[in-house]
């Protein structure tokens, strides 16, 4: 059974950062490509950023290129998000994703392309 276990969120002030971590269990992560996912309340699921299986190839939703990076550690099997220069518009449950992938160089930016769901951590940026 896979499971996605997200941690890092808090409260930070406009302008601060925080270490999104994606901890996944179960199958084979280096065949995962993974994403992240935003949703604020009254809102749709936006995406944020994904990342290959091979960690070679990664995108970025729009609103978070240039504040936002990301990777992922094969070995300890976990995924991250780090986010800078925070705006209270990023306010928002952040959740990860994986798919299983044969390709190596594939990303995914759209949620029904991933198959694996953690639970969520909430990430609030006060102004």
């Known amino acids: 059974q896979v499971q996605l276990v997200e941690s890092g969120g808090g409260l930070v002030q406009a302008g601060g950062s925080l270490r999104l971590s994606c901890a996944v269990s179960g199958g084979t992560f280096m065949w995962y490509a993974m994403g992240w996912f935003r949703q604020a309340p009254g809102k749709e699921r936006d995406f944020v950023v994904a990342?290959?299986?091979?960690?070679?190839?990664?995108t970025f939703g729009d609103s978070v290129k240039g504040r936002f990076t990301t990777s992922r550690d094969n070995a300890l099997n976990t995924f991250y998000l780090q986010m800078n220069s925070l705006k209270p518009e990023d306010t928002a449950v952040y959740y990860c994703?994986?798919?299983?992938?044969?390709?190596?160089?594939?990303?995914?930016?759209?949620?029904?392309?991933?198959?694996?769901w953690g639970q969520g951590t909430q990430v609030t940026v006060s102004s």
């Open positions: 994703a994986a798919v299983t992938t044969s390709y190596v160089t594939t990303v995914y930016v759209t949620d029904d392309k991933y198959t694996y």
């Open positions: 990342i290959s299986s091979s960690a070679t190839i990664t």
